[in-house]
């Protein structure tokens, strides 16, 4: 089937896509947008989170045909020109990333803690964050990522 | 594979009553697992996300009827205070991303009998919407799991809602898992308490969520509804005993099934005595 959807503010099309397949590997496959990641396919690790009509939603969960017609905001779609968005440039700083597979994820995970509390507690950062896992950073780095982006927004 | 995606209940059901093989597919986080895994490959499903009256709640006269489409995030966000227990449910199931799609509907259509929603529903005493080109009709919570990931739904139904009591006084979910995320439940158990009504129902322990009789009719006779003061020990105990007893649980990895029979009795006795306090807060309220 053809899918149209707006993704980064784009609109785009793809062909061809299989009616069981999910939004993330529309993403990642036929659009070429690799930021988003694929851990589990299974909604458990959160690397695969995207905005979906302005709402955080793992992509691996939701079907291709779902997205029709809809608006999808990925990683990609977070900074300005070269302008990391400060949700990206704090993980930077923080050295909040290891090899990295989390971060797409957790960066639209925290960046939308942020759009809906700007300054949040530790127990409200670790609730927002509780569907991304990361294997290599045990996690404190990511804390102290959101808490500077907080900061600097 | 066919993706039909109908904008409207009536249009939905036309196409189920044509096509009783298409999968319906809500927030998708059980369906799209088994598509990814290969479990499943069904010839056509039918997205339910564009239908607008699925995503509707609604109240009259002390009853809440909640669209199988409203997604977890809404039912926490505008539902805590109408449904205490469904929203604590509700904010117990898998993470903030999961939350944002997944669906009641969902959880009784896959009918897992570790679904935190189904304690809930059972406990209010909720009445399950289904309906079809046929027409509509409501399944009692206790009649709706039929067996293991099994329901009461024929080949041409969808459920379209729920239909539960707004809170009078005092509800409680409660459910035990190695983190307070992302946790299929070992065990769950939930308990409402009002006004000449007591519901009590266990989760992930038995073929079925299923509701604990002999602990409600003993709850109902012994509790001091007339002047409601703080429990005895052995009350809570007695009770937490029975609603062991009513458990069929399985060893698995969860879980033995010796832990949960044991856990089951810890979280009666305990969401007792806070669905008590509720309950008492109400009636002082009221005086
Ligand atoms: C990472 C992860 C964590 C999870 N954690 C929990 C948890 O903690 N607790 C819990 O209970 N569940 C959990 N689940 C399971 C799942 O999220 C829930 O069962 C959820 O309620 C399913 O809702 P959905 O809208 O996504 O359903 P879908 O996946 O869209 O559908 C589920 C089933 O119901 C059917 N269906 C859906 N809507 C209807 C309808 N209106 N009429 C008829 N049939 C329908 C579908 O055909 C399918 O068989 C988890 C899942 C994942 C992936
Ligand atoms: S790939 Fe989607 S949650 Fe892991
Ligand atoms: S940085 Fe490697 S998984 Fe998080």
New binding site residues.
């Given amino acids: 089937m053809r899918l149209n959807v707006t993704v980064n503010g784009e609109r785009r099309q793809a062909d061809d896509v299989w009616e069981g397949e999910s939004l993330l590997y529309v993403l990642r496959e036929r659009l070429g947008l690799p930021g988003s990641k694929n851990a589990c396919e ?3 690790c959160g690397s695969c989170t995207v905005y979906l009509d302005d709402v955080p939603v793992c992509s691996c ?1 939701v079907a291709a045909g779902q997205a029709e017609g809809r608006e999808v905001r990925t990683v990609e779609g977070l900074a300005e020109g070269d302008a990391l968005d400060p949700v990206q440039q704090s993980f930077v700083d923080a050295g909040a990333v290891q090899c990295g597979f989390c971060t797409p994820g957790l960066v639209v995970a925290a960046h939308d803690l942020l759009n809906r509390v700007p300054e949040p507690s530790d127990e409200e950062i670790r609730e927002a964050l509780a569907g991304n896992l990361c294997r290599c950073t045990g996690y404190e780095k990511i804390l102290d990522a959101v808490r500077l982006a907080a900061g600097a927004r | 594979m066919d993706f039909l995606r109908p904008t409207s209940l009536d249009e939905a059901l036309a196409i189920k009553a044509q096509r009783p093989d298409a ?11 088994e598509l990814n895994f290969d479990h499943r490959r069904p010839e056509a499903l039918l997205d ?1 996300t564009r239908i607008g009256e ?1 995503a509707e709640w609604s109240t009259l006269d002390g009853t809440v009827t909640l669209g ?2 409203v997604p977890y995030a809404r039912v926490i966000d505008e539902l805590g205070d109408a449904l205490p227990g469904l929203a604590m449910a509700a904010r ?4 903030p991303q ?1 939350r944002n ?7 009784l ?2 009918a ?1 009998p ?4 189904h304690p809930v529903l059972l406990a209010t005493g909720a009445r399950v919407e289904v309906a079809s080109v046929r027409g509509r009709r409501f399944i009692a919570a206790e009649d709706f799991y039929t067996g293991v990931k099994r329901n009461a ?1 024929e080949p041409d139904e ?3 809602a729920v239909r539960l009591p707004a809170a009078t006084g005092g509800e409680q979910f409660a459910k035990i898992g190695t983190r307070n995320a ?4 070992v065990c769950s158990f939930a308990i409402v308490l009002r006004e000449g009504h007591v519901g009590a129902a266990i989760g992930s322990a038995a073929p079925t969520p299923r509701r604990v009789g002999e602990a409600e009719r003993f709850l109902l006779d012994e509790l001091p509804w007339d002047a409601p003061a703080p429990l005895a020990d052995s009350l809570k105990r007695r009770f937490g005993d029975l609603v062991a007893s009513a458990a069929t649980p399985i060893d698995d990895v969860r879980g033995s099934a010796a832990y949960r029979t044991h856990a089951l009795s810890v979280l009666a006795r305990r969401t007792l005595t806070w669905a008590w306090d509720g309950y008492r807060g109400s009636v002082l309220q009221c005086a």
């Fill in positions: 299974q909604g458990e969960l | 999968v319906p597919i809500a927030g998708g986080t059980d369906v799209m697992v339910l699925l199988a489409g117990t199931v898998g993470s999961i799609r997944g669906t009641v509907g969902g959880n259509g896959a897992s570790a679904g935190d929603t739904l969808l459920i379209t992302m946790v299929i439940a």
